[in-house]
């Protein structure tokens, strides 16, 4: 499928100017580098969902539209303008034909906004797509809650470049708000202009939130969890399996900032937690070990579930550039599309 | 455990909370970081925490020990003190002379105490680290200022620099029996150091006084090496003032406070080699306001000595007006004596009070006749008192008669002197009360009751007065036909400041046509208290002075002022004369012989300036306050104002060593009288000894035994402190100390490094993104 040409409102070229929503810049999120990348992929549905407009998707809606699907012998009452009748010529048996409909991607974006994504050691200007010095409430840090609004900004310009509908919600400890699924090509700038003035201060329920916002889709989706995954695993894997339940095809993108991965501080200090956990004084280097055992741990322990349920897991640092990263995980999910549709 | 420099010990010891001020100061301050991964780190803390807390504790104790350690170290501790080590270390007391002699300045305008406070800092910086140091002060009476014996010798250092010279004489034997005493207390100790008593002194006349020999204190000083500086063989001359003796110490103006010119004897003394020179020493004398004693001497009355060779005492008449000082509030005038300046400046001047007053107040007890009896036969002993003492309406005596059952204390309060002349007829409980009068100042004259035969009231009297006379119970009569005659004693000869010195030229035929017919002399016995001033012929006393308490064991000597006419002993400040015959015509015909008015006149005046008189007393001796008097107060207008308090004796409290002008006051604050202090003119004497026989002097302390003088060393003069050096300085821990703040301060160093995990564990930072 080709992708629509570009729109008003649409960054088609990466020096292009784009206009504020809600006050906010979303051009600071998409950087030009990232639309390099992206702009030629195909966001590809895993599994089959259930699109409401033809597109490129295959649809679990099995009709006579333009591509075979199966055959299946002929009971009373079916309508007989869909009998074979080559295959009655030869075999004196009554079958009908099926055909596969394809449709298009709905993409469902969850944003984590948690407090816990409220944290970022690398600067601000170094991240944004305008190479602006703080964002604009002032912070001087590239959080990873602006590398995950990031994302979703990019993955949402990519399916809307394809003919895809996308939804976006935000939650923390339930969902706090929402963009309603649309196909429109400005639909990732009220994406960004929601995300961007969504405070993150507070502590994650994230099975409340898959409840929540599963209510609210009546049709098979690609949701995308965007979050730093700090929640109990035991969670994450019961909110993946109502997924899963609701056949719903997911994709996990862990963000992560690099400090929290690699742990290089030297000073004693007092640390304070950003979801309520309270201040505890310690000397960094004492403990190093023992909190990258657990971080790694955890982390594997998400990547593992998520693989077990068959979704696709991602982790992204915040300190990288989202373009690179982004475009390696959706070839290598496209491939393994094509792979199974072949087979 | 001691220390050399326990300043430092203190300083370090505070030191060891600066690791601990530091961590609370910088856990207070740090900047809190934001940490999204909390739990991780939460989970990874409880893991550690345990040892954490450990790791942590273990730091600070080391840290804390190596500050400790160093503290210990600067503090030089010697452990030997604590019986660790043994005994080592020595204990070295310094005997210095800062007596008045001490500041007779040589030719090179350095004082003798200078040197001995030069020679003292020499020698304790030759001491070793395990020694320690005490410091007595000579001038008198002896100061023990470091005892027992410090190991800060730096600070016995500094006290020795601040020492100035007193004006009292050495108290050589009261800074040995204190450190008798001292060692003494030490016996017991388990572990004794060897001692060493420095005894640093020109050994002047002055400072020493061979001719009386030191009472022994081989007990306490038993096994102490004596070291003392070598008489100083320069004999130097100095001319004193020893004494100014106005003709009356009490000066009655009368009513008009007329000027009034008084003749005041001074008395000086040559000592060292100026005895042997002829030589003039010009004297002035004046009379000051004790509150203006800074006044400039525009009226001084000056005079001339002229000495002739071998000459040691001389004494000159002058006069000086004391209009100005009769205005005073104090009721006193101070007469201030100086002489030319010499190498002694502390005995070139002196000072003495004189009371000033308009009249006296004088009582008389007896019962009052109203029925006739006015021819002489019948006159009472009362009625010839009352015109002896005042014989004309000018003379200043004011007189109040007062009945024998009516004495209490407000009635006795503004009296000057009290004639007891009927003793019978005092209530027992009233002789406490005349008892209470003398102790503040009182003059009391007690005769015999006239017309009594039997006399019990010497009973309550002697008890009262605290006397160890006896009496007979009657009197005694002179044999049939004849009398007894009253010659002067010559215990109070006259001329040598005894009650009857004004009248010492005509005494002999004042006393001569008296005849006595009656007498109860009392026994003295071996009372020593007591002064006869006038005696009968058969050798028993007729007139005789005392000091209230005189005999009763344990008053005698507590608080008599020095230099007061009568010499005699005891607990109060007044003076008691006790007459054996009453004055009556039965008794005596001294009542119609021309002694009769200058006998009572001299006992009232004279016996009054004894008793209430300003004092004149010598630094360093005990000084009684006036009566009513509960704090001192100096008096000079260069110094700070110093008050000292009386204690409920009448003694000040602590002993007065410079010479200076008191006024006493009462609790609400009224002027009670003048306390002169001066300087002590014998210990100011500039003589010199034989060292030989000094020697044997100063090793009498340690008792008569042979060999006692051995214990004692001169100083080499040349190099005094090689008496004391030996083995090395410093403290034999701090070295040690020092190694162990080090390797104490590298265990930090190593414990901090892995406490802390600073090291890199391979692959420990790589994470999942890097």
Redesign the interface.
Known sequence: MTPPPPQAGTPSAPSAPTKPISGVDAGLYLHPQTLSRLGTMELRAKMIVEGVTSGMHRSPYQGFSVEFAQHRPYVAGDDIRHLDWKVYGRSDKLYLKQYEQETNLDLVLLVDAS?????GSRSFSSASGSGQKTSHDGRGEWT?YDHATATAAALAYMSLKQGDRVGMGIYADGLLDSVARSGSQAAWRRIVGALSTQSVDRPTDLGRTIDQALAKLNNRCLITLIS?C?EDVDVLRSALARIRHRRHDAIVLQV???K????????????????G?G?????P????????????E??ESVEKTVKRFGFDYQ?V?T??WLGPPLATFIAKRNALVKRRKRS | MNFLHPGLLLAGVLAVSIPIIIHLL??QR????????????????R??RRR?KI?HLILLAVRCLVIACLAFALGRPLLDAAGLLGSSGRDVYVLIDNGVASSLRTTNGETALDAHKRTAKDMLEALNSGDRAGLIALGGPADPIVLPASSDIGAVTRLINGLEATDGATDLQGALGALAAHLESLEGDEDPRPTVGLLLSEFRTGSADITKPLISTLSGLEGVRLLALQPDATSAGNVQIVGIEPLRSVVLTGAGRAAEDVSVRVRLARTGSAVGEAGVTSVRLRALDPNELDAPGADDSRASVRWTPGQSDASVTMSVRLDRAGEAGVGASVLVGSIDRDALEADNSLRTPVRITDALEVGIVGTRRFSGGTSVAQRSAADWLRPALAPTESTPVRITDLEPGALDAPTLAGLDALFVAQPDLVPEESWATLRTFADDGGMVVVTPPSEATVHLWTDPFLRAFGLDWTFGREAIDAPADAVFTIQPDANDGAGSGGVLTLLADELEPLVRPVGVFRTLAPDLGASTGTTRVLSLDNGEPWLVATRPGSGIRGETGANVPSGTPVDNQGSGRGVLFYLASAPTLTWTDLPARPLMVPLAQELVRQGVGSSSAGQAPIAGSPIAAPGGATSITLLSSGSEARTIDVDSSGLVRSPIRKAGVWIARDRAGRDEGVIAVNADTNGARTGVYDPEALLAWIGGVFGPAEGASEAVTWLDPAEPAGALESGERGSPFSMPLLLMALLFAIVETLLARW????WR?PG???????
Do not use: C, Q
């Open positions: 407090g816990s994504m409220n944290y990873k730093d700090f992560l900032d690099r929290e991965v690699t742990f290089d501080l030297d000073e004693t200090a007092p640390f304070l937690g950003l979801e956990e201040r505890l004084r310690l000397d280097r004492a403990i190093k070990a023992d909190y990258l055992k657990a971080f790694n955890h982390r982790l640092d300190h990288t | 910088f856990r740090r900047k809190p970081v934001r940490w999204a991964a909390m739990r991780f780190l939460i989970e990874a803390y893991k550690r954490l790791e406490f802390a995990h600073a564990e420990l930072s790589r994470g999942v993104i890097a």
